[in-house]
């Protein structure tokens, strides 16, 4: 269990700023789920509970969602089905258990940048840009790629697109860590392809996804599926060797374009 020396709740994000570079040693605290298993002292915990950062909000160009919206609010929430279909309830269904999803919190899951993250790699296929207080807006690879910095994550930003999605897990058991995730998306003829838990962080198939056309055939399915293993990297660990997960990422692509383009 972690400690606290003090605890605070922030009347602004201002006032949270200021808050979290007092000390080296404070922290801005979300759902707690992760933090509650390390054995870290902290100097104070910020809590962002009364701003308002736990919605989700449709604007003409974006869904947006604030950094403390509980995953269960996305697992349930009409207004993201409605624009992005059921990828983002699809990938955070099988983390843990509801209780657990009741908790945890949208910002915690991203700007801990977890590489088994379902829900990065949810939202990668989706053309998420994330909004940080001191480093502005970034997409979401592009912060992935970034070192870790001492800002506060405020909300992810969703554009509005026609995309049809699909996303695709292994798992050794129903609520554990994926093996292996897959995220597929299109609009138009435009295609994304998200793979996650490598075991490394999710990061974008780009050069997969170019080969795909609107209405791609087994055959370029298929080139697609190869060269997904070609442009990106595999590892081992204890839910699965490369070998294996590259064996994975075949058919988790393959079955995700198909049922896009049903």
């Not at 949810?122 to 807006?137: F, M, N, P, Q, S």
């Not at 870790?148 to 405020?154: E, G, H, N, S, T």
């Not at 509005?160 to 129903?174: E, F, I, P």
Request: a positive charge.
């Amino acid at each position: 269990m972690f400690g606290l020396k003090e605890y605070r709740v922030a009347q602004s994000l201002d006032q949270a700023d200021q808050l979290l570079h007092e000390h080296k040693n404070n922290v801005i605290l979300g759902g707690l789920l992760w933090m509650r298993m390390g054995r870290k002292n902290y100097h104070t915990g910020i809590d962002l509970s009364q701003l308002g950062l736990d919605r989700i909000l449709e604007t003409e160009e974006a869904i947006e969602i604030g950094c403390m919206t509980r995953l269960r609010q996305i697992e349930t929430s009409g207004i993201l089905d409605a624009c992005f279909g059921r990828v983002l309830a699809d990938a955070v269904s099988h983390i843990v258990g509801v209780q657990f999803r009741n908790a945890a919190t949208m910002g915690g899951s991203v700007f801990s940048r977890f590489s088994f993250s379902d829900v990065v790699t949810a939202l990668l296929a989706l053309e998420t840009h994330v909004h940080l207080y001191r480093g502005g807006i970034l997409p979401l690879e592009t912060f992935l790629e970034s070192s870790p910095q001492r800002d506060i994550l405020v909300k992810l930003s969703l554009k509005k697109k026609a995309w049809k999605t699909s996303y695709q897990s292994h798992r050794m058991t129903a609520t554990d860590f994926p093996v292996l995730a897959a995220a597929i998306s299109c609009c138009e003829d435009r295609w994304r392809i998200s793979l996650g838990a490598r075991p490394s962080r999710a990061k974008l198939a780009t050069k997969a996804a170019a080969l795909l056309p609107k209405k791609p055939d087994a055959a370029q399915i298929a080139a697609a599926c190869d060269q997904v293993v070609e442009e990106m990297s595999f590892g081992g660990n204890q839910r699965g060797t490369r070998e294996y997960r590259e064996i994975l990422a075949k058919v988790l692509v393959k079955r995700g374009v198909e049922a896009v383009c049903r």
